[in-house]
């Protein structure tokens, strides 16, 4: 959720579009679906704008996508298909900034799709977040060319949509045509339901005037006790580039 | 120097992400271990125990003592089989990936093995013609020689279109009735079935209700949801139909049943279904490798009353013979037209 990035180099470029791609991996359990322990891995792409406001606000849009396989040590019969989806809408003021150092700090709205489907959908499981997250970021400039960045988003309330207890019922049956319903299909909730962690470390290279490399590293940590006990932890690896007009 | 801390950060926060560190540890590949799992996964999530009556902690009772640590795969999954057994679901089954090992309870049947049928028989003996609906195999279509009736087979509720039952009426014409065979017909999607079963239906009529476990106890289902015939098409066919049925039509095929019996001109001749009506669970793992998957929900008909375990029980009961087919007699289709002739009147 955390990839709001510099515009102080260039005080003139108001806008910042940025394409990435990585490397995920993570640990996941999700006792409505398995009690088994797996490991995640596969490739991760983020397309992101930033908008900086007046006051050095800043306006962000952000969509990300991850797949590759999901897979237990117990049997290579259990690979399944994890996709995670991610869109995001944030806007962050400025709290403190100087020559080298700048914070903000707002809230997100977002929407989170994460699943898991084994053997197209002989086995199934899902959670489903849209709602509010606060964040907040740091950046910080080492030279005209380096800076580093750090970030940090917590959802406070939201939405929540997990399987039924059996997992699998007729009304997710009867919706599997209608995405929106599914996904929209739980109850406004907070912490006390879901935590959820995702934190930024990232570094920039800048080129040229508009051009800059990215480098970043996010841990993305979810736990809820909702229906049952679901846990997953990523890691996620992404370089890219960032264009600035 | 800040650099330096940020990358130690970096390091640590990566180290840290150790698996069972996050996940917790995993549970043991041992046989208790998967028996216990295995058990507690059926008591807690299986739907069907209330509405056949069984007692599924006796089962713990009797084969519990049965596995220890050096309880063999072949051990367990003689008795993971018994334990399905007891259940008499052909929804549940076990599976063991690496020995391409597969059980499905009731799979045993001597009933369902005896169910004989010869498409060869009522294609060359009994249809003036036969057409397939569509590439798809499953749905063909045709007229019984000599009259004026028409003939639709199914073989499962999926895979296909539903809406294509509209064209087939349309392409059989102004037939006078119609013989609708689901025998051998194993399921698919209750939605397909009802979609089919619109374009019969003579009103909307309360058929069941369903209720999904929602809870861990024996008696924690989710509120009944109700489900009700509903007219489909542009027009419906209320001529007199026959559905033929035998002990492997079974899950959607029906629930097609369901809806087609509560239409006064629909009669069912063959032999009493499967009696398997609840959907499956997903998937499920074990520590062993091994897979299984059970009923999780209860069907009731408007009356209170369970059709699990029993099935439909036909109008009128006639099963087929070998001896029969091998005289290219098939005598379900020869019962289905003496009736239409001696209470319809139709031939």
């Known amino acids: 959720m955390i990839s709001c990035l510099a515009n102080c180099y260039s005080q003139e470029s108001k806008n910042e579009l940025q394409l990435k791609l990585g490397y995920n991996q993570g640990y996941f359990k999700d006792i409505n679906y398995s009690p088994l322990n797996y490991t995640e891995s596969g490739l991760l792409v983020t397309l992101a704008y930033d908008r900086t406001l007046r006051n050095n606000a800043n306006l962000h849009f952000l969509l990300d996508f991850s797949s590759g396989v999901l897979s237990s040590e117990v049997s290579p019969y259990f690979d399944a298909l994890p996709i995670l989806a991610n869109l995001e809408i944030g806007y962050l003021k400025s709290l403190k900034n100087t020559q080298n150092l700048q914070i903000r700090g707002g809230?997100?709205?977002?929407?989170?799709?994460?699943?898991?489907?084994?053997?197209?959908?002989?086995?199934?499981?899902?959670?489903?977040?849209?709602?509010?997250?606060?964040?907040?970021?740091?950046?910080?400039?080492?030279?005209?060319?380096h800076q580093f960045n750090s970030g940090i988003s917590i959802p406070i309330l939201f939405v929540l949509a997990r399987p039924p207890f059996t997992g699998w019922d007729k009304e997710v049956d009867e919706n599997a045509d209608n995405p929106v319903r599914l996904i929209t299909d739980g109850h406004i909730t907070s912490l006390q339901d879901y935590i959820g962690i995702n934190f930024k470390l990232g570094y920039q290279y800048r080129i040229s005037e508009r051009f800059t490399l990215t480098a970043d590293y996010q841990l993305k940590y979810q736990s809820t006790e909702h229906r049952k006990s679901l846990t997953s932890l990523r890691n996620q690896f992404q370089i890219g580039s960032s264009f600035k007009f | 120097m800040k650099l330096r801390y940020l990358l130690t950060a970096l390091i640590i926060f990566i180290g840290l992400s150790c698996e069972e560190m996050v996940l917790g540890e995993e549970p043991t590949n041992a046989p208790e271990s998967n028996f216990e799992i295995f058990w507690q996964d059926f008591d807690e999530h299986y739907g069907l125990f209330q509405a056949r009556g069984w007692n599924w902690d006796s089962i713990y009772n009797v084969y519990r003592p049965m596995v220890n640590s050096q309880t063999s795969d072949a051990e367990l999954w003689s008795i993971f089989h018994d334990m399905i057994t007891y259940l008499d679901d052909s929804h549940t089954f076990i599976y063991n990936p690496d020995e391409d090992l597969f059980y499905a309870s009731g799979s045993e049947d001597e009933e369902a093995a005896s169910e004989v049928i010869s498409w060869d028989v009522i294609n060359n003996h009994y249809l003036e013609y036969s057409k397939d609906a569509s590439d798809v195999i499953g749905w063909k279509y045709g007229k019984m020689k000599n009259s004026n009736i028409g003939y639709i087979v199914l073989t499962d509720?999926?895979?296909?279109?539903?809406?294509?039952?509209?064209?087939?009426?349309?392409?059989?014409?102004?037939?006078?009735?119609?013989?609708?065979?689901?025998?051998?017909?194993?399921?698919?999607?209750?939605?397909?079935?009802?979609?089919?079963?619109?374009?019969?239906?003579?009103?909307?009529?309360?058929?069941?209700?369903?209720?999904?476990?929602?809870?861990?106890?024996?008696?924690?289902?989710?509120?009944?949801?109700?489900?009700?015939?509903?007219?489909?098409?542009?027009?419906q066919f209320t001529k007199p139909v026959v559905v033929l049925t035998d002990v492997v039509t079974v899950s959607a095929a029906e629930v097609f049943l369901l809806h087609m019996k509560s239409f006064e001109h629909v009669t069912q001749i063959g032999d009493s279904t499967a009696g398997d009506f609840s959907d499956t669970s997903m998937r499920r793992f074990l520590p062993n490798g091994w897979m299984y998957q059970y009923s999780i929900m209860m069907f009731l008909q408007p009356d209170g009353s369970s059709l699990d375990g029993i099935g439909h029980v036909p109008d009128i009961f006639i099963r087929n013979t070998e001896e029969a087919l091998n005289d290219n007699t098939d005598l379900v289709l020869d019962r289905s037209l003496q009736f239409l002739l001696e209470e319809y009147g139709i031939e």
């Open chain 1, 107 to 145: 809230g997100l709205l977002f929407s989170k799709a994460d699943m898991v489907f084994y053997d197209d959908t002989e086995a199934v499981t899902f959670t489903f977040l849209n709602g509010l997250a606060l964040a907040s970021n740091i950046e910080y400039s080492i030279s005209a060319k």
């Open chain 2, 157 to 235: 509720m999926d895979n296909e279109d539903p809406k294509i039952i509209d064209h087939i009426l349309s392409e059989l014409g102004n037939i006078d009735a119609l013989i609708f065979d689901i025998r051998h017909n194993t399921g698919g999607t209750d939605s397909f079935s009802a979609r089919v079963a619109g374009s019969f239906a003579d009103g909307e009529n309360l058929i069941y209700s369903v209720q999904e476990k929602n809870g861990p106890g024996k008696k924690d289902f989710a509120d009944k949801t109700f489900y009700y015939t509903e007219p489909k098409g542009k027009s």
